[in-house]
């Protein structure tokens, strides 16, 4: 038992310690793009602040790494003179609680909208309503890592009073969709989809947006220690679990240049099964399926999908065509019993063979019984 409690307190011991002393590799694949920055001599710690520039429809989200460790760093964004026109509230045809996550320029939080495991195809309809007029020709979604795109996507508008169709129904293959140029308080976006959507974020392009911003992050430097920041994350990556200092303090602070963005060699779009297929276009996100069959053409992986709609997905359903919720498997050879056609016990094919088994073992046991008997006499 005691050692039993140690062990357990040396699991949330590592827990802690991992969650203050990240390593980047694994989010690196986030970020199109990455920079080192210099930093000024000093005999102790210091925050600097960067000014940086994120590319259109890109995250603000960034990872600074110390270059030697690898460990991941705190760092918070800045976002300095901005003169918006136009605001944008959200609500859907869930009347989802937490609907206005989309809207409101945060991305460590999602909407989410789950299935029914029936396999059929679910609705959700998007609204996005301004406080004024937005000129917009595009969409862009900041989807949840390890989630596919929805399916399908068609956009209406609220044209001087009139609905109306500016993007008819097609397929979605892409975080950004375009649509002809339209000037609109309200957009109505409707979406398809048949595997679990979460949406961090879902922005129009505003083209009649006046804005003026700066950019900038800041993080707490060690002395003579190299540091890279990495930025224009396709995804949302928390890249730091630990303590934070205070950074928003405007004390002591030592400005750095604009630093100059190169491309991340590391940048990889998301493959949480490691399929050899994005998340954003698999049809089976989190279950392996290179091929990518979709044999009823539902748009769901034959892999994930359910075609008996027994609760249990095809590649671990035991009898894939026939109900069998308790997944019996009486002879263990990996086929249900309800579709098991001929069983691999040798004890079931041979009915006669449990009896003569047993005369067999009785008569062994008799002539040991006599043996020992005889070595007695």
């Given at each position: 038992m005691k050692m039993f409690f140690l062990s357990l307190?040396?699991?949330f011991a590592s827990g802690v310690w991992a969650s203050d002393n990240l390593s980047g590799a694994d989010l690196k694949p986030a970020f199109h793009s990455v920079s080192e920055i210099e930093i000024p001599q000093s005999s102790i710690p210091v925050v600097v602040e960067v000014p940086i520039k994120f590319e259109n429809n890109m995250f603000d989200n960034v990872m600074v790494i110390e270059k030697e460790s690898q460990k991941t760093q705190p760092v918070v964004i800045l976002n300095k003179n901005v003169d918006r026109k136009s605001f944008l509230s959200a609500r859907d045809s869930f009347n989802s609680k937490n609907i206005h996550f989309l809207t409101d320029g945060k991305i460590n939080n999602f909407q989410e909208y789950s299935i029914n495991n029936s396999g059929e195809k679910q609705y959700v309809e998007i609204i996005l309503n301004s406080d004024a007029s937005v000129t917009s020709s595009s969409v862009t979604f900041y989807l949840d890592e390890f989630v596919s795109l929805p399916e399908t996507i068609?956009?209406?508008?609220?044209?001087?009073?009139e609905d109306?169709?500016?993007l008819g129904k097609k397929d979605v293959t892409n975080t950004t969709i375009n649509?002809?140029?339209?000037?609109?308080?309200?957009?109505?976006?409707?979406?398809?989809?048949?595997?679990?959507?979460?949406i961090r974020e879902l922005t129009l392009s505003q083209e009649n947006l006046s804005v003026s911003e700066q950019n900038s992050i800041r993080f707490l430097a060690q002395p003579d220690k190299k540091y890279e920041v990495y930025f224009n994350a396709d995804r949302y990556a928390n890249s730091y679990g630990g303590e934070m200092p205070d950074l928003?303090?405007?004390?002591?602070?030592?400005?750095?240049?604009?630093?100059?963005?190169?491309?991340?060699?590391?940048y990889k779009k998301s493959d949480v099964d490691k399929d050899g297929v994005a998340d954003e276009i698999d049809n089976c996100v989190q279950i392996a399926n290179t091929d990518q069959a979709d044999i009823n053409k539902n748009s769901q992986g034959d892999a994930c999908d359910d075609f008996d709609r027994d609760g249990v997905i095809n590649q671990k359903?035991?009898?894939?065509?026939?109900?069998?919720?308790?997944?019996k498997d009486k002879d263990f050879d990996g086929i249900g019993d309800v579709?098991?056609?001929?069983?691999?016990?040798?004890?079931?094919?041979q009915k006669?063979?449990?009896?003569?088994?047993?005369?067999?073992?009785?008569g062994i046991v008799g002539l040991l019984l006599v043996k020992t008997m005889k070595a007695k006499e």
């Open positions: 307190g040396l699991f068609e956009i209406k508008a609220i044209v001087n009073g109306k169709i500016i649509f002809p140029k339209v000037t609109a308080l309200e957009f109505r976006i409707n979406l398809e989809y048949v595997q679990p959507l979460r928003n303090s405007n004390k002591d602070i030592v400005l750095i240049k604009e630093v100059s963005a190169k491309e991340n060699y590391f359903d035991n009898c894939r065509d026939l109900i069998n919720r308790d997944q579709c098991d056609k001929k069983e691999n016990r040798i004890l079931q094919n006669w063979l449990p009896l003569a088994l047993i005369i067999l073992v009785a």
